[in-house]
C-alpha cells in the first residue's frame, strides 16, 4: 500500500451545501407598479412570486425621492434605483455589499442604453426577452458576470446576428409554410 | 393537422402583438390573456418550430410577468431546444431556466441535449446551455454533466471559461463529488491573469467560504496575491468577503491581511471597495486597534456625507462595531441622534437601533427623555418603534438597566399618553410587572395609576384602555399606598368609564371593590378598634418599619397613605357613590360586568346598613352589629391584602399531584399540553385544583361563609385577570410551598431568604454587568425579584450568539461525517510564511499523493490522468476506512522526520479540506 514510510490518504469529499445565492432577485417594476421583468435566481413558487412582488412594490414604491436605495425586507437587503420611470431592485443577503449591487444595476441599465440606444420603457416592454438575454450576459446565478459594457454589446450583438442568419438561412417564415402547405 | 398548423403560422401573433394587445386592452387584461393562452396551447402544438419557438416566447412573456403556469409546455419547450437553429434554441432555453425546476417531469430528457451543446462549437450555444444549467441543474444533471463542465474549465474561450466556473458552484452544491474532479482547475483558475476569470473564480470561492471557511483557508496565499495585485474593484471586493470569513480563523492570516486591508481603504477611490472594506475590518478584524480605527474614521466620513446611501451604510457600519467597540458610537453621538429626525426612514430606524445599542443604566435616563421627545414629534410608525425599542430595551433581562424604577414608572405613564402610542398592551405588562417584581416602587406607582385613571381625556383614547386597566389594577391591588383613595374611587367609577371595553370595565369594578373594602377597613376596623388592627397589619403593611406593632403602623398609615381622612360621614358618600355608579351596571350585557357590579352592590348592601346605622345615634345596636360588618370587612379585607407574587412559568410542573387525586385521561392530555413551558396556558390552569382554588388559597385558612359569592366573584375576576398576566400568579397555596419560587414578599420571616434569592440569580444572571451596576449610584437599586426562568433568559440570549457556533459545527458534521475534529498542525503554518510547503500538503487521490511523495517531478502527466481517476476512486472509497486507520499509525510512527511531518500534514488535513487537496501539489510544479 505504501512504500518508504509514505502515508495514505483518506479523503472525505466535503459537500459544500452553497447557500443561495448572492442575488436572489432581480425586478423591474415602473412607477405605476407593472411588473416589466423578473429573475430568479433562488427558488421562490409562483405564489412567493407574486407575493414578492406585490410587497416590494407596495415598499419601494412609496418611498420618496432622496432617500436611500436600500430597504430592509424579510431579513434580507434590496437595492433599489430609479431610472426614470423604472426601479430596478435587486434583492441580496444582509451581508452583501449594497453599493456594489447599486453599480451592478447602473452597469446593466448603461448596457440596456448603448444597446438600444437611450433606452426607455417601452423598450423593455416590447423587448423583454432582449432586456433577459442582456442580463443573462451580465450576471450568471446572481454573480456579476461580465464588467465590461462593450464585451456585453458586442456579444448580444452576435448572437442576434446568429439568429438573424439563421432565419435568412431558412428563409422566410411564410415561404416556409408555402412550401410546408404546398406538400 | 397541416391545415390548422398553416392557419395558426400564418395568422399566429407575434409576441409584439401580444405585447400591443395587451396595452390596448380593448377587452381586458384577464380576458385578453386567457385568450391569449388558449392561442398558445395551440400553436405550442404545431409541428413548425418557428409556430412553436413564438408560442414559446409568448408563453414565457405571460409567464414571467402575469405568473401564469406554463408547466404544460415543458416537453414543448425541449422540442424547440432540439431545434438546430440558434434562435429556437435560446427561446427554448430561455423558456427552460425561467420554468424548470427540480420536479419538472422532463427534467432527465434534457441531459443530452444539455451535453450536445455544452460540447459544440459555438460559443454562445455553449454558453446558453451553462446559463440554463446554472439555474436547473439538480444532483443527476450536475453528475452526468461533470466531465463536460471540467473541460469547459479549461476552455481557450473566455466567454466560456468564465461561465462554466460560475457553473461549477452549481454543480458542487448538486453533486459534492464532483468536486474531486473539477476542484483542481478550479484553482488553477485562480492564477488567470483574465479579470474576468479571475472575478468568476473569486466569486466561486466567495460563495464556498461563506458556508465553510475553515476547508478553504490553506488557499489563503493565493487569495491574499489576488488582494494586493487586483486592480478590479469587483474583484477586491469579493476578495475581502473571503477575509472577512476566514482570516478569524487564522490569527496569523489575520496579522499579515490586515495591513493590505487599511492599504486599499485608504486608497481606493470607490465607495463600494471602501465600505467593503470598513465592513471587513469591523466584522473581521474587531481586534486590530488601528485598523478599527481608520474604518471608524471612514464610516465618520459616510456619516457626515449628504448620500442618503453612504449615510445608512454608515449607521449600518456603526452597528456592526457596537458589539465590541461602543466607543466609537458615542463618539459620533450626535450624528447618530441627529439622524433620528432624517427623513429616511431607515435611516431613522437604523440610527435607532444604534440609540438603544448605547443605552446603559447610566444614560438610560438622559437616552429615553431625547427618545420620547422625538417620539412626540414623528409620525405614528416611527413614534411606536421608539418607543417599542425603549420598552424592549428597558425591560431587558428583568430591567436589568433600570435603577430608579420610580423615574421609569413616570416615563411610562408618559409614553402612554403620547398621542401616537399604540404600544398600550406592553406598556400595561410593565406596568403590572414592575408591580409584582419591585415592591420598592409601588407608592410611585400608585401614584402614576391615579394621574393616569383621574384624566378624563385618557379614557376616549382606545388605545390606552390597557393601560388603564394596569393602572386600575394597580390602584386597587396597591390602594394601601395611596394617598387619598376617596379620590381614586371616584376615578374609578366616573361616568366617562362607560367608554372602556367590558373586560377592562371589570377590572375597574374588581378595583373599586378592593378600594371600597380599603377604605371600610380603615374606617371601621382600625379606627374602631386597635386591638383588631395589629393582625391585620402585618399583612397590608409592604412598609418594613410599620410592621412592629399596631398602633404604630396605623399611625403610620395615618400619615403616609391616607392625607385626606375617612370618615364615617364619606363612606356613606362612598357607599352612594357606589350603588349610584354600579346600579346601570346591574343590566350589563357583559357576564363579568353584571356579575362584579351585582357583587359589589351585594357588599355594599351588606355594610350600608352599619355605616349607615353608625353615623346615627343608636350606640348599643350599631355596636353589635358593627362587630357583624367590622368581622365581614376584615375578612375581605384580609383576602385582598394577601400579595400576588410572579409566578414562574414552570411552576406548574414542581406540582406535585397530590395522593388520591385521580387525573382523567383528558386532563391526562392536558399534563403535556401544561407541561410545555412555551404556552401560557399552563399558568391559568392548574390541574391539581378546582378553578376556583386560587382565591380560595389566599383566605385558606379564614372560614368564609358570608363572603361565599364575593369569592367566586374575585375569583372570576383574577381567574380573568390571571389568564392575562398568568405569569405573575402563584399557581396555588401549596405550590408556592413545594416549589419555593416565590416566597409570599410579606412574610417578614422568608424577607431575608427572597433577598439572597433575588441576589442569587443576579449573580447568576450576568455577572458581567451586574457588578458593574452596583458599585456606582447613590440610589440603591430596589429589589427585583426574578424567577428561575427568567433568568435563564440571559443564558438563552448567550447561546444565541453561540449557536452559530454550533450551527457551522454541524454543517462541518455534515460535511465531514463524524469527524470534526481540527488538527492544529494542519493550520499552523498555513499563513504565508509557507506558501510552498503548504501548498503541497494536499492530495488528491492515495496514488497521487504517492506519486508525489515519491516522485514530485511526475505530476504534470498526473493532471491529464486524473478525470479517468474517477472510477478508481470511487472504488478506494471503500476501503478508505481502513486506510484511514493504517494512515494514523503509520502517521504516528513517522512524526520525527521532517519530510514525513509534512505528509502527515496531509493526513490530517484533508479531514476538513477535501476539496483543495486535489490540487494544490502541481501548483509547485
Same mark, same amino acid.
Request: aromatic fraction near 8%; include cysteine.
Given at each position: ?183 | ?311 445608512? #451604510? *454608515?449607521?449600518?457600519? /456603526?452597528?456592526? +462595531?457596537? !458589539?465590541?467597540?461602543? &466607543? =466609537?458610537?458615542? @463618539?459620533?453621538? %450626535? ?123 385618557? #379614557? *376616549?383614547?382606545?388605545? /390606552?384602555?390597557? +393601560?388603564? !386597566?394596569?393602572?386600575? &389594577? =394597580?390602584?386597587? @391591588?396597591?390602594? %394601601? ?133 353608625? !353615623? ?6 350599631? @355596636? ?302
Amino acid at each position: 500500500m505504501e512504500t518508504h514510510g509514505c502515508v495514505v490518504f483518506f479523503f472525505f469529499f466535503s459537500r459544500p451545501c452553497v447557500r443561495e445565492r448572492r442575488i436572489h432577485f432581480v425586478l423591474l417594476i415602473s412607477r405605476q407598479g407593472k411588473v416589466r421583468l423578473t429573475k430568479w435566481y433562488s427558488t421562490y413558487s409562483k405564489k412567493e412570486r407574486s407575493k414578492v412582488l406585490r410587497e416590494l412594490s407596495g415598499v419601494i414604491l412609496t418611498r420618496g425621492p432622496r432617500l436611500c436605495n436600500f430597504v430592509e425586507w424579510r431579513g434580507l437587503k434590496v437595492v433599489y434605483k430609479r431610472y426614470a420611470s423604472l426601479y430596478f431592485c435587486m434583492c441580496i443577503d444582509p451581508d452583501g455589499n449594497e453599493l456594489e449591487i447599486l453599480e451592478i444595476i447602473h452597469h446593466y441599465v448603461e448596457v440596456l442604453d448603448r444597446y438600444f440606444g437611450s433606452v426607455c420603457e417601452l423598450d423593455l416592454i416590447y423587448n423583454f426577452h432582449k432586456a433577459y438575454y442582456i442580463l443573462d450576459e451580465i450576471l450568471i446565478s446572481g454573480e456579476l458576470q461580465e464588467s465590461s459594457k462593450r464585451t456585453v454589446v458586442r456579444s448580444v450583438a452576435a448572437q442576434d446576428s446568429l439568429v438573424e442568419a439563421a432565419k435568412e438561412q431558412t428563409g422566410s417564415t411564410i415561404s416556409n409554410i408555402i412550401a410546408h402547405a404546398a406538400k | 393537422m397541416s391545415g390548422p398548423s398553416l392557419m395558426d403560422s400564418l395568422f399566429q401573433r407575434t409576441l409584439e402583438d401580444l405585447i400591443k394587445g395587451l396595452r390596448q386592452q380593448l377587452i381586458g387584461e384577464q380576458a385578453f390573456i386567457s385568450k391569449a393562452l388558449e392561442e398558445i396551447r395551440k400553436e405550442i402544438k404545431s409541428t413548425d418550430l418557428s409556430t412553436k419557438s413564438t408560442a414559446l416566447l409568448k408563453l414565457c412573456y405571460l409567464s414571467n410577468l402575469h405568473f401564469h403556469d406554463m408547466s404544460f409546455a415543458a416537453f414543448h419547450a425541449l422540442e424547440v431546444l432540439s431545434s438546430p437553429r440558434f434562435s429556437h434554441k435560446k427561446i427554448a432555453y430561455h423558456a427552460i431556466s425561467l420554468s424548470f425546476h427540480d420536479s419538472t417531469p422532463v427534467l432527465l430528457l434534457i441531459t443530452n441535449h444539455l451535453r450536445k451543446d455544452l460540447t459544440s462549437t459555438n460559443e454562445f450555444e455553449v454558453s446558453l446551455s451553462l446559463q440554463c444549467l446554472s439555474r436547473i441543474a439538480n444532483v443527476d444533471l450536475a453528475r452526468d454533466l461533470t466531465p463536460e463542465v471540467f473541460t469547459l474549465l479549461s476552455s481557450n474561450k473566455l466567454y466560456v471559461r468564465k461561465r462554466a466556473v460560475a457553473v461549477v458552484l452549481r454543480v458542487f452544491e448538486k453533486y459534492p463529488d464532483s468536486v474531486r474532479v473539477c476542484f483542481k482547475r478550479l484553482v488553477e483558475n485562480l492564477e488567470n491573469y483574465d479579470p474576468q476569470i479571475l472575478s468568476a473564480v473569486v466569486g466561486v470561492f466567495s460563495e464556498l467560504a461563506c458556508k465553510d471557511p475553515r476547508s478553504y483557508l490553506p488557499l489563503a496565499p493565493e487569495f491574499y496575491k489576488i488582494l494586493v495585485d487586483s486592480k478590479s474593484n469587483w474583484i477586491s471586493i469579493k476578495v475581502l468577503k473571503i477575509f472577512a470569513k476566514i482570516a478569524p480563523l487564522e490569527p496569523r492570516l489575520a496579522n499579515r491581511v490586515v495591513e493590505p486591508i487599511c492599504d486599499l481603504m485608504r486608497k481606493t477611490g470607490a465607495k463600494s471597495l471602501l465600505f467593503e472594506c470598513v465592513r471587513t475590518v469591523v466584522t473581521s478584524f474587531s481586534e486590530y486597534e488601528s485598523a478599527v480605527r481608520l474604518a471608524v474614521e471612514k464610516i465618520r466620513e459616510f456619516l457626515v456625507d449628504e448620500d442618503p446611501n453612504l449615510k445608512y #451604510l *454608515g449607521l449600518h457600519a /456603526l452597528s456592526i +462595531v457596537a !458589539s465590541k467597540h461602543l &466607543w =466609537v458610537v458615542s @463618539e459620533n453621538k %450626535e450624528v447618530v441622534i441627529k439622524s433620528l429626525s432624517d427623513p429616511d426612514p431607515n435611516i431613522k430606524i437604523e440610527s435607532l437601533r444604534l440609540v438603544m445599542a448605547m443605552v446603559s443604566e447610566h444614560n438610560v435616563a438622559e437616552i429615553s427623555k431625547v427618545l420620547v421627545n422625538y417620539a412626540l414629534k414623528s409620525d405614528p410608525l416611527f413614534c411606536n418603534e421608539i418607543l417599542g425599542s425603549i420598552l424592549s430595551t428597558c425591560s431587558r433581562n428583568v430591567y436589568e438597566i433600570i435603577v430608579d424604577f420610580d423615574w421609569y414608572v413616570s416615563l411610562l405613564s408618559e409614553m402612554s399618553r403620547i398621542p401616537h402610542c399604540q404600544m398600550g398592551e406592553e406598556i400595561e405588562n410593565q406596568f403590572i410587572d414592575i408591580g409584582l417584581r419591585v415592591k420598592d416602587v409601588r407608592p410611585e406607582l400608585v401614584r402614576v395609576a391615579r394621574d393616569l385613571l383621574i384624566d378624563p381625556a385618557l #379614557l *376616549g383614547n382606545s388605545f /390606552l384602555h390597557r +393601560v388603564l !386597566s394596569a393602572a386600575a &389594577w =394597580v390602584s386597587g @391591588e396597591y390602594v %394601601e399606598f395611596s394617598r387619598n383613595p376617596l379620590e381614586l374611587m371616584e376615578a374609578l367609577l366616573q361616568p366617562r368609564t362607560s367608554l372602556l371595553p367590558p373586560s377592562i370595565m371589570a377590572i375597574y369594578i374588581q378595583s373599586a371593590f378592593k378600594l371600597l373594602v380599603f377604605c371600610l377597613h380603615t374606617c371601621f376596623v382600625r379606627g374602631g378598634s386597635t386591638a383588631g388592627v395589629s393582625a391585620s397589619a402585618s399583612y397590608e403593611s409592604f412598609d418594613d418599619l410599620s410592621i412592629e406593632n399596631g398602633a404604630d403602623s396605623t399611625v403610620a398609615h395615618g400619615q403616609t397613605c391616607t392625607s385626606a381622612p375617612i370618615t364615617n360621614e364619606s363612606i356613606v358618600n362612598l357607599l352612594k357613590l357606589v350603588e349610584l355608579a354600579l346600579s346601570p351596571l346591574l343590566g350589563s350585557h357583559d357576564v363579568e360586568v353584571q356579575e362584579r357590579a351585582r357583587n359589589l352592590l351585594g357588599f355594599v348592601d351588606l355594610i350600608k346598613l352599619e355605616a349607615l346605622n353608625s !353615623s346615627g345615634q343608636e350606640e348599643n345596636e350599631s @355596636e353589635r352589629k358593627g362587630v357583624e360588618a367590622t368581622k365581614i370587612i376584615r375578612l375581605v379585607h384580609d383576602a385582598f391584602s394577601k400579595e400576588l407574587g410572579p409566578v414562574s412559568l414552570t411552576a406548574q410542573g414542581k406540582v406535585p399531584v397530590p395522593d388520591g387525586l385521580t387525573l382523567n385521561e383528558n386532563l391526562g392530555d392536558l399534563e403535556t399540553i401544561c407541561g410545555d413551558i412555551e404556552l401560557p396556558s399552563s399558568n391559568t390552569f392548574s390541574f391539581g385544583y378546582p378553578s376556583e382554588e386560587k382565591d380560595v388559597l389566599s383566605f385558606s385558612n379564614l372560614q368564609i361563609k358570608e363572603d361565599s359569592g364575593q369569592s367566586n366573584e374575585s375569583t372570576s375576576l383574577l381567574a380573568e385577570h390571571r389568564k392575562r398576566h398568568g405569569l405573575y400568579y402563584l399557581p396555588s397555596g401549596k405550590s408556592e410551598v413545594i416549589s419555593n419560587d416565590y416566597p409570599p414578599a410579606n412574610d417578614p420571616a422568608l424577607q431575608g431568604d427572597n433577598n439572597d434569592n433575588a441576589s442569587d440569580l443576579v449573580k447568576l444572571t450576568a455577572e458581567s454587568l451586574v457588578p458593574k451596576r452596583k458599585p456606582n449610584h447613590s440610589k440603591p437599586r430596589p429589589v427585583v425579584v426574578k424567577l428561575d426562568e427568567v433568568d435563564e433568559k440571559p443564558v438563552a440570549v448567550k447561546q444565541l450568539e453561540s449557536r452559530d457556533d454550533s450551527l457551522s459545527g454541524a454543517v462541518r458534521d455534515i460535511l465531514f461525517g463524524s469527524e470534526d475534529i481540527l488538527p492544529t498542525s494542519s493550520r499552523s503554518n498555513l499563513p504565508n510564511s509557507n506558501r510552498k510547503g503548504k501548498k503541497k500538503q494536499h492530495m488528491i487521490t492515495q496514488v497521487e499523493s504517492k506519486e508525489n511523495v515519491v516522485d514530485d517531478g511526475n505530476s504534470s502527466s498526473r493532471r491529464r490522468k486524473d478525470h479517468s481517476h474517477g472510477k478508481e476512486r470511487r472504488h478506494r472509497k471503500k476501503n478508505a476506512e481502513e486506510r484511514n486507520e493504517t494512515d494514523r499509525k503509520e502517521k504516528e510512527s513517522s512524526s520525527n522526520h521532517p519530510r514525513r511531518h509534512k505528509s502527515r500534514q496531509r493526513a490530517e488535513e484533508p479531514l476538513k479540506v477535501p476539496p483543495q487537496t486535489s490540487v494544490i501539489p502541481d501548483f509547485l510544479l
